[in-house]
């Protein structure tokens, strides 16, 4: 059974930094792994992804203030999120699933249950 599970998120205030975890257990036939977010009345939007040849994308909107990075020993991923800004306030979804797509997995085929990350002004 697959499980991701998100941890690291909270509150912040602009400028500030965030680390999201996730943990992957179980998920092996995939080769992309992503973090995605949904702010209240948005539709979910991808934020970065990471192929497991290590290639990474990133969304416009956060280049070169978000890195993802995967710890395969670990089976961890991660987002660290510095300059955040109010407009970064969501849940963010840690996702599993095949392909890169412009800051996104091509496809996804499981989904972690969610992490509130708040950027006040």
């Known amino acids: 059974q697959v499980q991701l599970v998100e941890s690291g998120g909270g509150s912040v205030q602009a400028g500030g930094s965030l680390r999201l975890s996730c943990a992957n257990s179980?998920?092996?036939?995939?080769?992309?792994l992503g973090w995605y977010r949904q702010a209240p009345g948005k539709e979910r939007e991808g934020v970065a992804a990471?192929?497991?040849?290590?290639?990474?994308t990133y969304a416009d909107s956060v280049k070169g203030r978000f890195t993802i990075s995967q710890d395969t020993a670990k089976n961890t991923l991660s987002l660290q999120m510095n300059s955040l800004r109010p407009e970064d306030t969501a849940i963010y979804y840690c996702?599993?699933?095949?392909?890169?797509?412009?800051?996104?997995?091509?496809?996804?085929?499981?989904w972690g249950q969610g992490t509130q990350v708040t950027v006040s002004s």
């Open positions: 996702a599993a699933g095949q392909g890169l797509w412009h800051g996104s997995c091509g496809g996804v085929n499981y």
């Open positions: 179980g998920y092996t036939s995939g080769n992309c």
């Open positions: 990471i192929h497991s040849d290590g290639t990474t």
